[in-house]
């Protein structure tokens, strides 16, 4: 699915005027996007590459530059000349860090219904669904 494809689904972004309390919905979009950042099991990857794996939590451009610069300024990822390295290789435990559930979902990589969904449980919140090869896809697995 290319990046206009995506385009036409609609936008998951929390509602900004709404919140808990605590956190803005737009705070915890980039703490969920800067702990999937913290999680990826690769070595380096493209700017792009790395922008598909945010857009499985944001759409919203200023959002995703959030991300970016939030999980930099953590140490968490180095950027320079369109490459980015995680700093911190936590790695996603499929036995403990997903949670597999049946039922109607959408997969937040590509789109497809999926009747078993995979949900990683990070600190900040649940991410997915997503089917059994797109988790890989989105950690780095694949």
Known sequence: MTRDDRADRPARDPDP???D???TPIEETVELGVQLLAHLE?????LKETIDRIETITTDPAITRDILDTAEMRGVID??????RPRRMAFVSFEADVTVREGAFTCRRCG?????GH???FEAGEHGP???SCIRKVTGRE
């Open 17 to 19: 005027s709404s919140t």
């Open 21 to 23: 309390g605590a956190h």
């Open 42 to 46: 690769q070595e380096k990857l493209t």
């Open 130 to 132: 997503f089917g059994s």
């Open 79 to 84: 950027r320079e000349d369109g490459i980015v």
């Open 119 to 121: 949900f990683i449980e």
């Open 112 to 116: 497809a219904d999926i009747s078993v």
